[in-house]
């Protein structure tokens, strides 16, 4: 005979049901800590940015170059040197990045995938400083230098490339994920279709990935633009900058602006708004990264094949 | 090939089984009334007319009822191979039982409609040995389904030939006998004879169906 | 009762005319089976004593079938039998996979297709697949159909080509309307004849399908079979299946295989090859009989 259900037997163990509200209630608040602290950290952004923007002359943000200490704080010298050694990583990591990614996602035996992925994994891990003294010893030396007989120690082309190598592994192993998840169906309908292995990539896989790929695009981007420490070594120019296009002069870029501030390095005494005008790039960066996302992400929303 | 120990379709088999045995009941039913009716013409017992009768009428019973589980089994299991076979052999086998059945009716209502049969020794004799050998014929049939031997069916036509000597001879005898039966008894004789003929050939088909079951083929064909 | 009217109407509703010979000829819808296939029809593929190995794994053994032009040869047999990796090896599929090796022979028009000079991707072009699942590009509808033809460079006009092979693969009248909409807002045995009408875009002259309705509710099944029975007049198919219904609706010809479980590997291998009539009322060999009166343990 089996016993009659009651209403208690559902009702479950309290002792269970406080345990399960007290994990949440733990969770919850790990989540409302960080989204506090972003706050906090934009609270101290726009407020030390809005400081510096009412007191500063609005002429003195549009000059010959960024000397911050003497008063001239020209914010295209920052964007272009940004820009441009952002520019040289990429145009160094996408063609790199997502050959490699094909290669491994779609021609490597397993076996070279094996020992390959870990190696470029490995790569994403050296600590940027390694890069940046790489960038200095070698890249600069090595490789600009020989190409280009007059060019200075110092370069934005050694802190582009020296970027490049940076991100690479980031655009490398975010696409290869992203073509990896391509189910396999999709490319046994084009071979069956009589497609080769470089059409079935071209027009199948990258297609289907792409959403996966411009995503690491874009994440390699960012890291391009937020990389200090790099740039901070082999792009020279540390106490301050003139305004140039020319990648085989040093520059500053934002990131490296604020790096220079906020240690001193720049060891230049003087005006005293410099400090504030540390947080007005901080915010500009900022709303950079946070224009490049959305961009991408309705770019991605447009353009991506859903599988 | 898999190991074979489980069975997948116990269920489907047992259900097969019971229709084979159940084939085999009816067959028995029908082959006792068919017996009963050879008995109650030649021996003249027009009390037993309404027996003979009603037996018929669960013979038609279960023939309907396996009828329609036939069906059901060829529309749920969507048999195929021997299992098709045998369920197609079926309704031709139910259907030559159910005639027999029919025709063992027939045989009394002959009897129904005469005063009663000459009691002349030779004519009796002629149509109790027909009786006798129809029934023997029909029950190689019963015994083709309950053991599935297909060499029944396959030599069945000739053994069938023993009735049809009979039934030529009681047809003769008939013949030279008419005048004293008299034209109803002769047609009587006649119609009798031509069922147990009939009978005896359902039991020839249906050892045939047996072999088709079996061997994918009628006796004869291919 | 409303179906019993239904049943004698549909009874009826087949025309029947007296012919100048007297006798009586009788029309009516075409029957969706096999019927009884020609011998005289061409042998288009042999299959000549082929084994598949992955690596060691001896997957099939031996098989030789002889697939004639237009038909339907249908190949059934439990999981792991290898009748899919046969399947395979038509086409080179199996090519993809490394370790996979195929020995003996199979000519196609008579030629090896696994000659020293025969590329698989002319193969595939020729010889067409549709598989299991249905896998369409996460394209439009234009681009699924028209993906195989432009990388085979083809010359004529798209609109049209599209067009005939979405008519084809009875697809057409559904999606005339929403040629650019992706392929995956198709119900999914809208899908499958998507990917039938985007195999038969390359105009092979055989079509492989692998367990193409396995995915697919039992309307959509039917509608698959429907089709495979039209493609017949112009395509050679030669189909796995788990359904031995669908084999026995569909096909010409069935081959029946069955797998050897012995030295710890197991090797599938052909049972028996016939006209898909005879195989199913009367198998000639007793392991047949068991399967598909699903008596096999």
Known sequence: MTPTLTIEALAGDPKRRRKERRVRTLFASAGMVSIAVSILIMVALIGEAWAFISQVELASLFTFGWFPRRGFYDIPTLIVATTLIAGIGMIVAVPLGLGTASYLAEYASPRARRWLKPTIELLAGVPSVVLGFWALTFISPEFVQRLFSAAPPFTMMAAGLGVGVLITPLVATVSEDAMRAVPIDLRLASYGLGANRSVTVRKVVVPAALSGIVASLILALSRAIGETMIVFMAAGAVGGALRTANPLEPGQTMTAAIAALATGSDQVAGEGLAFQSLFFVGLLLFLITLVLNSVSNRFVRKYRERY | MEPHDADLRHHYDSELEEIRASLVDLGTMALSNIRHAGIVFSENRPEEIETVRNADIPINAKYTELEARVFEILALQQPVASDLRFLVASTRILYELERSGDLAVNVVKALARLDGIPTDASIHSAVSQLAEASAAM????????????????????????????????????????????????????????????????????????????????????? | MANNIQT????????????????????????????????????????????????????????????????????????????????????????????????????????????????????????????????????????????????????????????????????????????????????????????????????????????????????????????????????????????????????????????????????????????????????????TEDYITGRFG
């Open chain 3, 8 to 287: 004698a109407h549909r009874a009826t509703a087949v025309p029947m005319k007296l012919n100048e010979a007297g006798s009586i000829a009788v029309s009516g819808p075409k029957r969706v089976t096999g019927g009884t296939p020609d011998d005289s029809n061409r042998v288009i593929l042999e299959l000549d004593a082929v084994d598949v190995f992955y690596g060691d794994f001896h997957a099939v053994d031996s098989v030789t079938i002889p697939i004639r032009e237009k038909e339907i040869t249908a190949l059934i047999g439990p999981s792991g039998c290898g009748k899919s990796s046969v399947l395979r090896s038509i086409n080179r599929m199996n090519d993809l996979i490394d370790t996979a090796r195929v020995e003996g022979s199979i000519r196609y028009h008579g030629v090896d297709l696994y000659g020293p000079t025969v590329d698989p991707v002319e193969v595939r072009r020729r010889i067409g697949m549709v598989f299991q699942k249905p896998n369409p590009f996460p394209k439009s509808i234009y681009e699924n159909v028209s993906f195989g033809p432009k990388i085979a460079k083809y010359g004529g006009n798209m609109d049209d080509l599209v067009e005939e092979s979405l008519r084809r693969a009875a697809l057409w009248d559904e999606v005339k309307d929403k040629l650019e909409q992706s392929a995956y807002a198709l119900s999914g045995g809208q899908q499958q004849r998507l990917c039938i009408a985007r195999a038969i875009a390359t105009s092979p002259d055989v079509v492989l399908m692998d367990e193409p309705a396995s995915s697919l509710d039992p309307i959509a099944t039917l509608r698959i079979e429907e089709l495979m029975f039209d493609l017949k007049q112009q395509y050679t198919i030669v189909i796995v299946t788990h359904n031995m219904q669908q084999a026995a609706r569909v096909s010409d010809r069935t081959a029946f295989f069955s797998v050897d479980v012995s030295g710890g590997q197991r090797t599938g291998h052909l049972v028996e090859f016939s006209k898909t009539t005879e195989l199913f009322t009367n198998p000639r060999e007793s392991q």
């Open chain 2, 138 to 222: 029909f029950t190689r049939g019963i015994e083709a389904i309950a053991t599935l031997d297909p060499e029944i069916g396959m030599g069945a036509e000739l053994e069938d030939e023993a009735t049809d000597h009979l039934t030529a001879s009681l047809y003769k005898l008939v013949t030279l006998n008419q005048d004293e039966l008299g034209l109803e008894t002769a047609v009587a004789l006649f119609r009798i004879g031509r069922y147990f003929e009939r009978i005896a050939d359902h039991g020839v088909n249906i050892a045939e169906n047996v072999t088709f079951v079996v061997t994918a083929q009628f006796p004869g064909e291919g």
